[in-house]
């Protein structure tokens, strides 16, 4: 009798089969952050270079590594889109938007908004706050859908069973 291969975790951030508390992760966006990001590094910094002097101004080398510097600015806000991700624990949510990083408890969790036309689900709060859940996006399709039932499950087993 042979004993299954074993498949190691999943890779960059997609859920194992059955998995309830494997990272929500986007997948379009990230691809799209990490092109234009790779895009805005090299046109930026093919303009900064070979951008030609003109009657009113003469680019000099400050001017070209400062504007070839836009293309990492933008790079790197693309890339913090790129890690959008939000980790589900026992004890809680860690979601990790564009600008913010904020853990919830499940009990502090009231509902799951998804509605038709919402890019991403929104958490209502019990302090009458809300966090939207970036790292599932409408963008993704079905998958989405999936995503957001999985959330609303972790949702109403780990917030009621303390007492939610």
Same mark, same amino acid.
């Given at each position: 009798m042979t004993e299954p291969a074993e498949t190691g975790p999943p890779q960059h951030g997609? =859920?194992? &089969?059955?998995? =309830?508390?494997a990272p929500f992760v986007p997948r379009r966006g990230r691809a799209v952050a990490i092109g234009l990001a790779v895009a805005a590094i090299a046109l930026f910094t093919f303009i900064g270079i070979f951008? =030609? !002097?003109t009657a009113i101004h003469d680019f000099k080398v400050f001017d070209r590594i400062l504007f070839a510097s836009i293309g990492w600015v933008l $790079? $790197? +806000?693309?890339f913090r889109y790129a890690t959008i991700k939000a980790v589900p624990t026992r004890d809680g949510l860690? #979601?990790?938007n564009l600008f913010l990083t904020r853990t919830v408890t499940w009990p502090q969790i009231m509902e799951v908004q998804f509605g038709h036309g919402m890019p991403w689900p929104t958490?209502? +709060?019990?302090? &009458?706050?809300? +966090?939207a859940v970036m790292a599932i996006q409408r963008s993704d399709g079905p998958r989405s859908i999936q995503e957001? !039932?999985? +959330?609303? $499950?972790? #949702?109403k087993g780990l917030g009621e069973a303390r007492g939610h």
């Open positions: 997609q =859920p194992s &089969a059955g998995d =309830p508390f951008i =030609p !002097a $790079a $790197a +806000l693309f860690t #979601v990790r958490l209502e +709060l019990n302090d &009458a706050d809300t +966090l957001s !039932a999985r +959330l609303n $499950a972790l #949702v």
